[in-house]
């Protein structure tokens, strides 16, 4: 089992920055990929970067170069850096991991509304 739990959510201008970070525990040295996905109100879940145990990443079209993804090994810890964020950004933002044994987990979700 491994437990998330996500943080750093809120509400930013337009242009503005914020950084959501998720601290995993448990059975963590089972996992492999470390992502952020997204769901906006009334549509689906989205992906919307991706983190390998190697640190390759992988972003969405639509955060490439706004957003970057990193990840603290010794911390368990997953970041996103959102940068020049804008008012289509808004959505529950859900951190996942995939183990090495194809099993996945979700966080609880964190809110980031983005409006002037």
């Known amino acids: 089992q491994v437990q998330l739990v996500e943080s750093g959510g809120g509400l930013m201008q337009p242009g503005g920055s914020l950084r959501l970070s998720c601290a995993a525990s448990?059975?963590?040295?089972?996992?492999?990929?470390m992502a952020w996905y997204r769901q906006a109100p009334g549509q689906g879940r989205d992906l919307v970067a991706t983190?390998?145990?190697?640190?390759?990443?992988n972003y969405a079209d639509s955060v490439k170069g706004r957003f970057a993804i990193s990840r603290d090994n010794a911390k368990n810890t997953v970041y996103l850096q959102m940068n020049s964020l804008k008012p289509e950004d808004t959505a529950v933002y859900y951190c996942?991991?995939?183990?090495?044994?194809?099993?996945?987990?979700w966080g609880q979700g964190t809110q980031v509304t983005v409006s002037s």
């Open positions: 996942n991991v995939l183990t090495k044994k194809s099993l996945t987990y």
């Open positions: 448990g059975s963590i040295f089972s996992i492999n990929v």
């Open positions: 983190i390998t145990s190697g640190g390759s990443t």
